[in-house]
Structures are given as C-alpha cells and as structure tokens.
C-alpha cells in the first residue's frame, strides 16, 4: 500500500502544472485562415479564445470568390472549450467551439463590397502530441455555418449596390487544424 502512495505521489509531482497554451495554426492557410488562440484550463478542462484572419486561406478563396472578387479584411473571433482525456492539456480532446466570421468580398469592376457575418457552432475533436512545453495538437471539426447577416454595399465611385441582390449561403462546415504551440 505504501509502495503504490508512493508511485502516486511521483507522479504527481513529474506531471507539470500548466494553466494555459499559446498555439498557432498555420495550416489555416490552406484552408480557412490561420488562426491564433490563448487557452487557460485547470484540471483537464480549457477555454480558449481565438481569432482567425480568413484572407490568406486559399480554400476560403476557392469558396467564396469568383474570378473578379477579392477579400477586404476579413476575419472572425471565436471560444472554444475542451475536455482532455490526460492531465497536462496533452492527448485526446473533445470539445465545443463557438465563432462568429465576417467576410468582406469586394467586386472592384462593379465597384461594390458584400459583407456577411457568420455565426459557426462546431464540434471538435483531436489529439494533442507534447513534448515537454512545446506541441503539435491536430484536430477536425464540424458544425454549421449560419448566415447572421448579408448587405452589397457601393464602393467610393459605386452607385449600383441596389441593383445586386445577397444569397444566404448557410451551410455545414467542417474544417481541420494543426496547432504548434507552447504550454505555459
């Protein structure tokens, strides 16, 4: 019995006692955006907040421009909370996210602008590899992209927005990322 208090007790104190992590997601580029998020957790429960820059991601680019549109800045901001299934903030996770996106796409030939704001419930799930403080954390999810709202807008010089109608473009939404990053 003392020998197994004592098994117990080492390992406790070889597991670090982080609060929180720093990651990046620089696979966002080929897909949505990368993204950035500070997370603060105790236990083997973390929240996090987030924000994504959805400009540079080239499915984001295949999916939401046509051949005479480009992206004005756009960009989201979003919460997450995870459940891991080993102390540390390291291997399985399951959680829940919660973004809210706005898309810009300018036309500059018809001179006008649309801007949709999303709001995107998701499910997530993903493993996290540790190597001491550093990480490689990859995870997919899959939720539903809900179209808040939608205005065509004239550009300086454009006088034709009312002339152009918006489309909902709601839809489901799945998406992977690979997070480096460093506990703290």
Do not use: C
């Amino acid at each position: 019995m003392a020998e197994a208090d004592e098994k117990a007790e080492t390992a406790a104190q070889t597991t670090p006692r982080y609060i929180g992590s720093f990651a990046l997601d620089p696979a966002g580029f080929l897909l949505f955006g990368p993204t950035a998020a500070l997370e603060f957790g105790a236990g083997r429960w973390t929240g996090a907040a987030s924000f994504r820059w959805l400009n540079p991601g080239l499915l984001a680019n295949e999916l939401f421009l046509g051949s005479s549109d480009s992206f004005a800045f756009s960009a989201g901001g979003g919460l997450r909370g995870r459940y891991y299934f080993q102390d540390g903030f390291k291997g399985a996770h399951v959680g829940a996210i919660f973004e809210l996106l706005s898309a810009n796409v300018e036309n500059q030939p018809a001179l006008i602008v649309s801007k949709s704001l999303y709001f995107v419930p998701q499910v997530e799930g993903g493993y996290r590899f540790a190597w001491g403080r550093f990480f490689v954390g990859p995870s997919a999810s899959f939720g539903y992209a809900a179209q808040l709202s939608a205005v065509v807008e004239n550009l300086p010089g454009g006088t034709n927005a009312g002339s152009y109608g918006v489309a909902n473009r709601s839809s489901v939404y799945g998406s992977a990322r690979i997070d480096l990053g460093v506990l703290f």
